[in-house]
């Protein structure tokens, strides 16, 4: 099972990115994926879930309106697409994937984590 996370990058705040999370080795269709960050000495923080096999999506309040989740079945791929992007934004952002949930930004439900990619925003 793999998760490969990436996308990230250094951009001016306003400016937009779009992260990749590559799945190989479970049913894709059968799984949630998230997106969580957590920056250094900060607690983790879900940022957006969708619902592979119906695309139901959910998103935090602090990136609701300027994120965007979406997947590719056919690419077993999650995008993240990140737009008016604030300082506050800067983190470690992570995948994940769930067969099943309770609470879709409660991190110990996930079976599987990417290794993480950088987003610096600078002001």
């Known amino acids: 099972v793999q998760l490969q996370a990436s996308g990230g990058g250094l951009v001016q705040a306003g400016g937009s990115l779009r992260l990749s999370c590559a799945a190989s080795?479970?049913?894709?269709?059968?799984?949630?994926i998230g997106w969580f960050r957590q920056a250094p000495g900060n607690k983790r923080e879900g940022v957006s879930l969708?619902?592979?096999?119906?695309?139901?999506?959910y998103y935090s309040d602090s990136v609701k309106g300027r994120f965007t989740i979406s997947s590719d079945s056919a690419k077993n791929t999650v995008y993240l697409q990140m737009s008016s992007l604030r300082p506050e934004d800067t983190n470690v952002y992570y995948c994940?994937?769930?067969?099943?949930?309770?609470?879709?930004?409660?991190?110990?439900?996930?079976?599987?984590w990417g290794q993480g990619t950088q987003v610096t925003v600078s002001s």
């Open positions: 994940a994937a769930a067969r099943a949930l309770l609470i879709w930004d409660y991190g110990p439900s996930y079976d599987y």
């Open positions: 969708i619902s592979v096999r119906d695309g139901k999506t």
């Open positions: 080795g479970f049913t894709f269709d059968d799984y949630y």
